[in-house]
């Protein structure tokens, strides 16, 4: 699989899709509504991507960027296979992935500079950030937003949108260097992995998911298949618990809302954590909720 999301003018998103799935998406890019595919890494690097664009029975326009403005290039393609080939190459980062083709500078203007953020304000603003990184969820657009947002006070802004992005544009490739030397599988791998055995079993495992518990509880049934048993998820609070050091708890259910199908969701859920190597505290209780501890929370970002 490609480390890449690709985003299309749909609103469909693809997340690590094959070279046949890729190739796929451009030949079938042309229609109404359906003309563009914006490529991007896992996790995302800011500043990076690669994106075609075409109308049906015309070429097709391909442009990557590595950065700033004065990196951002265009090409035009004949033939979706050869437009397949080079955005895949570029996905595996193959050494001169992008020779031998024509490339044009985009003439994008260079932004204009943006203002330093006081001290004492961009301390605080990185201590979020951080904390959100750790976490692991939400992109580089979501975080600048929570950094923009943070200290707002009767309509005063400190920062601007522009100063947030590139306080947490910083701070998210401090972290995706991080991430790049965890070559063991994390507590947090573990846990996606085994709610991707529970979802697909028929019990709707979410994670990261809704506030706080209650709301929680009462959006989880919109979220899964129309025939799930079950359900469960850990929201925003226990995201930042786990962050923190102090373990995750899961609140879980069955549909027919009756004990026996809750404690038999329990117990599966509780098993499977287990079986991907999780340790987890429960009495058995459906009306205790599922403990794991001891996490060693390493999340990786996407973006």
């Known amino acids: 699989m490609l480390e890449i999301k690709v985003a299309t003018e749909n609103q469909q998103n693809h997340t690590r899709v094959s070279d046949r799935e890729l190739s796929a998406l451009v030949h079938r890019i042309g229609g109404a509504d359906d003309h563009f595919l ?27 960027r590595a950065g700033g403005a004065a990196t951002h290039v265009r090409t035009v393609v004949d033939a979706p296979g050869r437009v397949a080939g080079l955005m895949a190459a570029w996905a595996r980062r193959e050494p001169g992935w992008d020779t031998g083709v024509g490339w044009k500078s985009a003439g994008l203007p260079e932004p204009e500079p943006v203002p330093e953020i006081a001290p004492e304000i961009r301390s605080q603003l990185e201590e979020l950030v ?7 969820y939400g992109s580089v657009a979501d975080l600048a937003e929570s ?11 400190p920062v601007t949108g522009a100063q947030a992005r590139g306080l947490v544009e910083r701070l998210w490739l401090e972290r995706v260097d991080e991430q790049r030397l ?5 507590d947090a791998d573990r846990l996606e992995r085994a709610f991707t055995v529970l979802d697909g079993r028929g019990i709707t495992a979410r994670e990261h998911f809704s506030c706080c518990r209650s709301c ?15 359900f469960v998820f ?9 962050a923190a050091g102090h373990g995750l708890t899961l609140y ?7 004990q026996e199908t809750t ?8 098993a499977v954590l287990g079986e991907a190597g999780l340790t987890v505290e429960w009495d058995g209780s459906p009306g205790r909720a599922i403990e794991l501890t001891g996490l060693d929370w390493r999340k990786r970002l996407v973006g």
Do not use: C, M, N
């Open 252 to 258: 879980y259910g069955g549909f027919d809302e009756s």
């Open 182 to 186: 965890w070559s063991d599988e994390t």
């Open 38 to 64: 914006v490529v991007e890494r896992i996790p995302d690097i800011p500043g990076e991507f690669i994106q075609v664009w075409h109308e049906g029975g015309g070429v097709y326009e391909l442009e990557h």
């Open 130 to 136: 951080r904390e959100l990184l750790r976490g692991g």
């Open 234 to 242: 850990f929201h925003l609070q226990g995201t930042q618990s786990a």
């Open 216 to 230: 929680g509880f009462s959006e989880i049934h919109a979220e899964g298949r129309e025939d799930a048993r079950g």
């Open 263 to 270: 404690a038999a969701v329990g117990r599966e859920v509780a």
């Open 147 to 157: 950094a923009e947002e943070y200290l707002v006070k009767d309509g005063v802004r």
